[in-house]
């Protein structure tokens, strides 16, 4: 096998690993569940009265564990494991999911603990919802782009 | 001046644009049309890698892997340094593609990237301060076969003798069908520079195989 042939055979290896799906998806589900912990936990640390200050410290350790991971999360999306138009959509329909769900936890929570911790990551979480909407709303614009312009050249070609 | 398609010498060598997936030498200058098809091709290629069909990266890599790596084997010293510029470019194209605004500029997109690529790499070989240019000097120094027998060998000969620029803008210009601007662009010069690079390359090409045919 020549040099090039062979270094295509690797380039192909390369993409195979580069490329896969499930670790794309693993950091948008990572993004999402540090994104709500964090939220909850912020919300619990800035909301509840007279904490002690041991517990503060543990809710800030926490926070900023969960924020770490946010940005690691989005980091990896940004730089090593971009998404494509599909992967977009679905990984929006995932964020639509689960922050829909976390939506509903919320409210739960409010109506049955109530208190300002709940009603604050209640907000958060509406806040995350319509944000989710937004970028499946985009990614699917995207996406028909993407496959009207598709067509155009395949009916061309 | 020689233009596109005219004879360098009186050889049946022609300098025309190649068509850009043959599977012949890559130094050898074929006399075939430009295809608008490939444009097409090329387009298409790139809205179905940002789509997010994984087959089509498989064929992205199969139309381009070898352009890229004769091209980056004309940037490094060795065989296995092209192959790591070359799999280090598809790392690259691989994580950048979604993010690639224009589909049509695919091509001088994917070659910019390994030319970065290689720039990179030997901006951390070499570490006295250089650019990208006086660096392309230090690499691949000139072969000569001795034991020529076919114009193309010749030609491809020739070719290796050119300096670093100017064999890079030849190469790009004539067997990858970069525009003279889209040559400008991936090499950040103004367009006069590249057109003055390939005026040069195709006297000191045409003068290097005269050379030879007066020596044999």
Redesign the interface.
């Known amino acids: 096998m020549n040099p090039e042939a062979l270094s295509k055979v690797k380039a192909r290896a390369l993409a195979g690993a580069e490329l896969s799906l499930a670790a794309r998806l693993g950091y948008v589900g990572l993004l999402l569940v540090s994104a709500a912990l964090t939220t909850v936990v912020v919300a619990l640390w800035f909301t509840e009265p007279s904490l002690p200050s041991r517990t503060q410290i543990a809710f800030g350790a926490m926070s900023v564990i969960g924020v770490s991971w946010m940005v690691l999360a989005a980091w990896a999306l940004k730089v090593r494991r971009p998404l494509f138009a599909r992967d977009r959509v679905i990984a929006g329909g995932m964020a639509v999911t689960f922050s829909g769900v976390f939506v509903v936890g919320c409210v739960a929570a409010a109506i049955v603990a109530g208190g300002a911790a709940a009603y604050g990551a209640l907000a958060t979480s509406v806040v995350m919802l319509l944000a989710a909407i937004g970028a499946l709303a985009g990614a699917r614009r995207r996406f028909a782009e993407l496959v009207a312009r598709r067509q155009v050249l395949e009916t061309k070609a | 001046m020689l233009a596109k398609g005219t004879h360098l010498t009186g050889t049946s060598l022609f300098l025309c644009r190649r068509e850009p997936f043959s599977r012949r030498h890559d130094s050898l200058f074929v006399s075939t049309p430009i295809l608008n ?1 490939d444009s ?2 090329d ?2 290629l790139a ?8 087959a089509a ?2 064929d992205l ?2 139309r381009w ?2 352009p890229l ?2 091209y980056l084997r004309r940037l490094a010293d060795s ?1 296995q340094t ?2 790591d510029l ?2 280090d470019t ?2 690259r194209v ?3 593609i ?2 690639l605004r224009d ?1 049509t500029r695919l091509r001088p997109w994917l070659f910019g990237i390994a030319r970065r690529n290689a720039m990179d790499r030997l901006r951390a070989q070499y570490t006295r301060p250089t650019d990208g240019d006086a660096a392309l000097e230090n690499l691949a120094a000139p072969e000569v076969d001795a034991s020529l027998e076919a114009d193309l060998a010749a030609l491809e000969s020739g070719l290796e003798t050119l300096p670093a620029r100017e064999r890079e803008t030849l190469a790009l210009f004539y067997l990858r069908e970069l525009s003279i601007d889209q040559i400008a662009t991936l090499l950040e010069v103004p367009p006069g520079t590249i057109k003055s690079r390939l005026f040069r390359a195709r006297q000191l090409l045409r003068d290097q195989l005269a050379t030879k045919g007066a020596s044999t």
């Not at chain 2, 809205?47 to 994984?54: A, T, Y």
Request: include cysteine; glycine fraction near 8%.
């Open positions: 098809d097409r091709a387009e298409l809205i179905r890698c940002q789509l997010g069909e994984r990266f498989a890599i199969d892997h070898e790596w004769r065989n092209a192959d070359v799999q598809w790392v691989l994580r950048g979604a993010g589909a």
